[in-house]
Each structure stands twice: as C-alpha cells, then as structure tokens.
C-alpha cells in the first residue's frame, strides 16, 4: 500500500482494517451475495404515479388540485416522455426551473449533479444539504469530503469516471429526510441522468438514495452485499457518508461494500 493510500484510509479511521478480501474469505464470510438478488418486484416506471414538473403550475408532489385527472395523467406522461429525451443541457435547465414540490420553496438553487458524464461509476445521495445549496453542487462539505476520501481510496476522483447525483436536486428544509413524495417527483430526473450516463454501476448511499434507485424502502444492512438490477445496470447499496461520520465504526463496512462494488465494475470491462 503506497503512503498516500495509507494516508487516505488513516484519515478515515480504516487503516487496520481496510484490506480486499481474497475470494475464499469473502465466500466463508457469506456476506457478500454471489448472484443477483433482485426484490422480485417491478419497479416503477419513470415518473410513474406523479405529477411532473410544470414550471408554472406550483403544484407540490402527489398534489392533483381540482382538476381534471385524466388531464393531469396525459400532461404527466407527456412531461415525462419530454424529460426522457432531454440532453444535459435542457435536463439541467428543466431541474433547476423545477417547481413540482414544495422542495423548491426553500431552495437557494437546485443541484442537478456533477461529474464525468460517461463515468463508469455513479455515486447517488439522499438531497442537498446547505453547502451543497449554497455552490449548486453535490457533496461540497463534511459528508462530501469523506465520499472524496472513499472515492480516493478506490483510486477514484471526483469528475473523473465519476458521476455524482442525488435522490432529490432541492435541499429538504432542516436537512430532513426527504419524503417519498419528493423523492418520486425528482425520479424522472435521476432516471434521464442515469440513462444518459449509462454507469456501470449505481452506488446508493444511504436509504433515501437506495430508495429512489430501486423503488421501494430497503434497510441498507440487509441490502448490503446484495447485487440490485436497475433497468439493466447493476446497483448496490452501503452507507451514507453524513452516516458514517457518525458512526465512524461502520467505516470498515463501507470498505467491503465499495471492494464488492469495485468487483462488479471490474466485471463489466
Ligand atoms: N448529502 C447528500 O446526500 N447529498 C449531498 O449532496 C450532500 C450531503
């Protein structure tokens, strides 16, 4: 292990125990699943169940006011097709007009992503917190330097073969949970982005991000390990790192979760 290397695992309290597993210790270990483990339900198509963004209609998620429904699904099926054949330019420009949940009321400016637009690696958060709200960009403070620490010490670095999302492009108030509402309206923007990156692998960090990647409510300790299927692209999950600065112990499975990630991204060359 080089010194830098050394150096990045130190400063995230992993040195003793960041190591690759051989294959034989990872199969007696029995955590790491070895085939696909798919939750054997469909997930939902993009946009499915919303209202979209319409930049003038002020409406918040789930919200279907007074009118006429059967108007508000043809205009719901249209916003999405719209979104689902954007390219960057006019997906950025249509997130950060978005105003199809209440998570536009607070926000400084909306968050579309950052990173190498044909990465091999896509990292997805849970929403903006009030740095990242601040400078338009994911992962900016403490929670971002520690995910630039994981990515350092899989030899990644930000922007490159790396793209960066979140599961909501507005900062929840309080920097709560954002709520499954929120997290379904922002969806057809996460599914243009990964469809235009076409990752070969989605890292979920965290419940919220593991929630708008595969469509229903997982706890990460028994997804973890687990290879999920995401309209073809493999799809893991392990924990936030605003988590991990809390409990620094779980630090070391973070590490395996991203050694398994790494395994599969190899698999795909
Ligand atoms: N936490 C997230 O989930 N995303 C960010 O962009 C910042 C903190």
Same mark, same amino acid.
């Given at each position: 292990?080089?010194?830098?290397?050394?150096?990045?695992?130190?400063? /995230?309290?992993?040195?003793?125990?960041?190591?690759?597993?051989?294959?034989?210790?990872?199969?007696?270990? #029995?955590? !790491?699943?070895?085939?696909?483990?798919?939750?054997?339900?469909?997930?939902?198509?993009?946009?499915?169940?919303? !209202?979209?963004?319409?930049?003038?209609?002020?409406?918040?998620?789930?919200?279907?006011?007074?009118?006429?429904?059967?108007?508000?699904?043809?205009?719901?099926?249209?916003?999405?097709?719209? !979104?689902?054949? /954007?390219?960057?330019?006019?997906?950025?420009?249509?997130?950060?007009?978005?105003?199809?949940?209440?998570?536009?009321?607070?926000?400084?400016?909306?968050?579309?992503?950052?990173?190498?637009?044909?990465?091999?690696?896509?990292?997805?958060?849970? #929403?903006?917190?009030?740095?990242?709200?601040?400078?338009?960009?994911?992962?900016?403070?403490?929670?971002?330097?520690?995910?630039?620490? /994981?990515?350092?010490?899989?030899?990644?670095?930000?922007?490159?073969?790396?793209?960066?999302?979140?599961?909501?492009?507005?900062?929840?108030?309080?920097?709560?949970?954002?709520?499954?509402?929120?997290?379904?309206?922002?969806?057809?923007?996460?599914?243009?982005?990964?469809?235009?990156?076409?990752?070969?692998?989605?890292?979920?960090?965290?419940?919220?991000?593991?929630?708008?990647?595969?469509?229903?409510?997982?706890?990460?300790?028994?997804?973890?390990?687990?290879?999920?299927?995401?309209?073809?692209?493999?799809? !893991?999950?392990?924990?936030?790192?605003?988590?991990?600065?809390?409990?620094?112990?779980?630090?070391?499975?973070?590490?395996?979760?991203?050694?398994?990630?790494?395994?599969?991204?190899?698999?795909?060359?």
């Amino acid at each position: 292990m080089n010194l830098r290397r050394s150096a990045i695992l130190r400063e /995230m309290g992993l040195a003793p125990l960041w190591r690759l597993r051989t294959a034989a210790e990872t199969a007696d270990a #029995g955590e !790491i699943s070895p085939s696909p483990a798919p939750f054997g339900h469909p997930l939902p198509q993009a946009g499915e169940g919303l !209202i979209l963004p319409s930049p003038t209609s002020g409406r918040g998620a789930g919200e279907k006011g007074e009118g006429n429904e059967w108007s508000d699904l043809s205009q719901e099926r249209a916003d999405t097709s719209r !979104i689902a054949a /954007m390219d960057w330019q006019e997906l950025e420009e249509t997130i950060r007009a978005c105003r199809s949940c209440v998570l536009c009321e607070k926000r400084t400016q909306a968050v579309p992503g950052v990173g190498d637009r044909q990465a091999h690696w896509m990292f997805i958060g849970e #929403g903006p917190g009030v740095e990242e709200d601040r400078r338009g960009e994911p992962f900016v403070g403490q929670a971002g330097k520690l995910l630039d620490h /994981m990515l350092a010490a899989l030899g990644l670095k930000r922007g490159e073969n790396v793209y960066i999302a979140n599961a909501v492009k507005c900062r929840p108030p309080h920097n709560r949970t954002p709520e499954a509402a929120e997290i379904a309206a922002c969806a057809v923007f996460l599914d243009r982005q990964v469809a235009l990156v076409r990752p070969r692998l989605l890292v979920a960090l965290g419940r919220p991000a593991a929630q708008a990647l595969l469509g229903r409510e997982i706890s990460i300790a028994a997804a973890r390990g687990k290879r999920f299927e995401r309209d073809g692209v493999p799809v !893991i999950v392990t924990y936030h790192p605003a988590y991990l600065l809390r409990n620094p112990l779980d630090k070391g499975k973070a590490w395996e979760d991203l050694c398994f990630a790494r395994r599969i991204v190899a698999e795909g060359q």
